[in-house]
């Protein structure tokens, strides 16, 4: 499961300046025109055949299934508005940062004496340009979540749990995610 990935995505429409076409023919012109004519690269990407997507483009289907509904959203989500996208990112990345909340539980490795069984917690916690930069360049070579994790527990050690120098030994990770969503 992609967390992170699918939570930076979530963010981005804050910031459209129009909805995105709600007509699955208009969603299936959209995402051709993303992928410059390539409706065999569409349908990958739907997880359906060509044919299909070349019915909807002519108007002979007009009511997806449930899934193909989801893969739409989520997939026209993403190909929507992309230099708005892009000028919020680079914005995030080089002056405001992102805010991160997150339930988790957080595994801990620390000096002897403490505990690192993994912990519960309800976080909010703005990390700066430099994790916001690292995570949207994870995210456009991409990287696994796996990376993703530990670039934002990385953050989340530095800012919400060494606090600026304090507890020297400290390294923490995400060992499960229970819900997260960002903000940039």
Do not use: C, N
Request: no cysteine; charged share 25%.
């Amino acid at each position: 499961m992609e967390e992170i990935t699918d939570a930076l995505d979530r963010a981005a429409p804050g910031h459209f300046t129009k909805a995105p076409p709600k007509g699955a023919q208009a969603q299936m012109r959209l995402l051709t025109k993303a992928a410059k004519g390539d409706t065999a690269a569409v349908a990958a990407r739907l997880g359906v055949s060509r044919r299909t997507v070349e019915r909807y483009l002519a108007g002979q289907r007009k009511t997806p299934r449930s899934a193909l509904r989801q893969a739409l959203a989520r997939e026209v989500g993403r190909a929507w508005q992309p230099g708005i996208r892009r000028q919020a990112r680079k914005k995030a990345a080089t002056s405001t940062g992102i805010t991160v909340e997150v339930w988790a539980h957080f595994g801990y490795t620390a000096p002897v004496g403490t505990t690192d069984e993994p912990r519960l917690r309800h976080l909010t916690v703005h990390l700066p340009p430099a994790y916001a930069d690292r995570l949207f360049t994870a995210q456009e070579q991409g990287v696994g979540d796996r990376a993703m994790r530990e670039i934002m527990a990385e953050g989340f050690q530095e800012i919400y749990f060494k606090d600026g120098g304090r507890a020297a030994g400290l390294e923490v990770e995400f060992t499960r995610i229970q819900a997260i969503d960002v903000q940039y």
